[in-house]
């Protein structure tokens, strides 16, 4: 079965400072989606990514699929503590099937000092 | 459109006391999912509906948990003789089937978390 291994599981930055997020996963991603999450609340959509070597940004998130659709990389520019949450990468379990069945990684956790 | 709403936000039991979770999801969403989230963790698949139609149920799911969906509109997630173990957050997300890749993005809700004391 896929399996999602994020990294770093935790990450703590000085206001202002960039940062990536990695997201490996075991087999080949089909569609890659990335979700953030404050502490108790629900995931809140942040960009999906199909295509190897696609890359998509919104504000200060700019998020990558590798050409081999192994990997993917969040990165964010100029970091803000409202930037601070979980953040999560998924995938469809169906691979090119969208079925909403979706492994998520464990989440990496971002605190932003001001 | 008030997005995937979720009731109650917290539940406190004990165990073996049954809860029930309800979602009500976007309207014009076909396809509902209940996940499940414990600390730390990233969120894993329960089950899911098409319509009122329960299409599949993960192996998490044991014979104490059971899921509806009258009507095809608001799903319930109901506990029976709660354990520690059940302690977690229970996502609802929902999903148009059809249409565009981006239509095809599940909005989740905010989650029900539940504590079995």
């Known amino acids: 079965s896929q399996e999602l291994e994020q990294s770093p599981q935790s990450l703590i930055v000085q206001e202002g400072k960039n940062l990536t997020i990695n997201c490996t996963s075991s087999k080949t991603l089909y569609g890659l989606y990335w979700y953030k999450q404050k502490y108790g609340e629900g995931l809140i959509f942040l960009m999906m990514l199909q295509k190897g070597g696609e890359e998509k940004s919104h504000e200060k998130i700019t998020a990558k699929l590798d050409e081999k659709k192994q990997q993917s990389s969040l990165h964010i520019t100029a970091s803000q503590p409202s930037h601070a949450g979980i953040y999560l990468c998924?995938?469809?379990?169906?691979?090119?099937?969208?079925?909403?069945?979706?492994?998520f990684g464990q989440g990496t956790t971002l605190q932003v000092k001001p | 459109d008030t997005g995937v709403s979720q009731d109650p936000r917290h539940k406190i039991t004990k165990r073996g006391q049954n809860v029930t979770f309800r979602c009500d999801p976007i309207?014009?969403?076909?396809?509902l999912y209940w996940y499940r989230q414990t600390l730390g963790q990233g969120p894993e698949f329960l089950t899911y509906?098409?319509?009122?139609?329960?299409?599949?149920k993960s192996r998490l799911l044991s014979d104490r948990f059971s899921a509806e969906r009258p009507k095809g509109s608001f799903s319930t997630l109901e506990i029976q003789r709660t354990e520690q173990g059940d302690s977690a957050m229970y996502l609802c997300a929902s999903i148009r089937s059809s249409g565009t890749p981006r239509a095809n993005v599940l909005t989740f809700g905010a989650g029900s978390r539940l504590t079995v004391l």
């Open positions: 998924g995938a469809d379990k169906g691979g090119s099937s969208n079925t909403g069945k979706l492994i």
């Open positions: 309207s014009e969403h076909n396809r």
């Open positions: 509906f098409q319509n009122e139609a329960q299409l599949e």
